[in-house]
C-alpha cells in the first residue's frame, strides 16, 4: 500500500528552495550546450552550482547496490539514451538531443527536474519529439489536482504522446518528491483516467514524462544505469516537481 506524505506549507515553503535551484541549474547548464562540449564539463558547472547554493546534488552517490552508485550530480542522456546517463568525456554533437536532469536536496528536501535540449540544430523528427513530450508534461500538470487521480495524469500524458504517434516509456515512472528523492506515489505516464489513488491537497510530485520516438521499451546498460530505447530510437525527458493545492498545482522548479 502506498504511503503518501502530505506536506505542511512549511514544508512546501523549504521545497521551494530546493526547486529554485534545480531550475536555475537547468537554466545555467542550458546556457553551456554546444557541439565539442563534454558532458562531464556540464556535470562539474552543475555540481559547483548546486553547492554554491548551499545545496548538494541528489544522485550523487544514489542508488541500492553500494557498489555501483550513482557518480555524478547530472544525468545526462543523449538521443538513444532515455534516462540516468552518466556524464564523461563524451562530447556533444551537432543535432543531438540532450536530456538534463538534476536532483537537489536543501533543508532536508529534495527537488527534481529535467528538460531535453537540442545540440545545435535538429531534424524537424526530433524537434517535434520534444514538442510533443514539453506539452505532455503541461497536460498532466493540469490534471494534477484535489480530487482528481493519479492515472487523470498518467492519462493525460499519454494521450498527448500518442496522438503525435510517438510512445511513453513504461518501465520508468514519475514519484512522490519531499524528504526522500523517491516516494510514494509512482505516477506513470500511461494509465486510465479514473483510477488511481486520489490526489490531496499538500502532495508534492515529480511528474516526468519519458517519450520514445519510436517503440516503448527499453534497455539497461552494462554500466547498470544508462536506460536506452530498444530500437535506437531518440528520447526525449521533461519533469518538474509540483505542489497540488486547492487550486491550479503549484510547479516548484518553473
Not at 506549507?9 to 565539442?36: F, H, T, W, Y
Not at 489536482?145 to 510517438?166: L, M, Y
Not at 514524462?209 to 521533461?238: E, Q, Y
Amino acid at each position: 500500500m502506498a504511503r503518501v506524505t502530505l506536506k505542511t506549507p512549511e514544508e512546501i515553503s523549504l521545497m521551494r528552495d530546493s526547486c529554485r535551484i534545480v531550475a536555475q541549474v537547468i537554466q545555467v547548464v542550458k546556457g553551456l550546450i554546444k557541439p565539442g562540449v563534454t558532458t562531464k564539463e556540464l556535470d562539474d558547472v552543475a555540481e559547483e552550482f548546486i553547492r554554491s547554493q548551499g545545496g548538494e546534488p541528489a544522485f550523487k552517490g544514489y542508488g541500492s547496490n553500494k557498489h555501483n552508485l550513482f557518480p555524478a550530480s547530472l544525468c545526462i542522456s543523449i538521443d538513444d539514451q532515455v534516462v540516468h546517463g552518466i556524464p564523461g568525456n563524451r562530447k556533444l554533437v551537432e543535432g543531438e538531443l540532450v536530456s538534463i536532469d538534476v536532483g537537489v536536496k536543501k533543508n532536508e528536501f529534495y527537488g527534481d527536474g529535467a528538460w531535453t535540449f537540442p545540440v545545435g540544430r535538429v531534424s524537424g523528427d526530433k524537434a517535434r519529439l520534444m514538442k510533443a513530450t514539453e506539452e505532455s508534461l503541461y497536460r498532466g500538470i493540469e490534471q494534477a489536482r484535489a480530487g482528481n487521480r493519479v492515472h487523470d495524469i498518467s492519462s493525460a500524458v499519454q494521450s498527448c504522446v500518442e496522438r503525435e504517434g510517438f510512445s511513453v516509456v513504461r518501465d520508468l515512472v514519475g514519484h512522490g518528491v519531499g524528504r526522500a528523492l523517491h516516494e510514494d506515489p509512482a505516477v506513470p505516464n500511461y494509465g486510465q483516467a479514473g483510477t488511481g489513488m486520489v490526489l490531496q491537497k499538500g502532495m508534492t510530485i515529480a511528474i516526468e514524462p519519458m517519450v520514445n520516438f519510436g517503440k516503448f521499451k527499453v534497455t539497461l546498460d552494462a554500466d547498470g544505469w544508462t536506460i536506452r530505447t530498444s530500437d535506437g530510437s531518440p528520447s526525449a525527458h521533461f519533469e518538474h516537481t509540483i505542489a497540488i493545492t486547492d487550486d491550479t498545482p503549484e510547479i516548484l522548479t518553473r
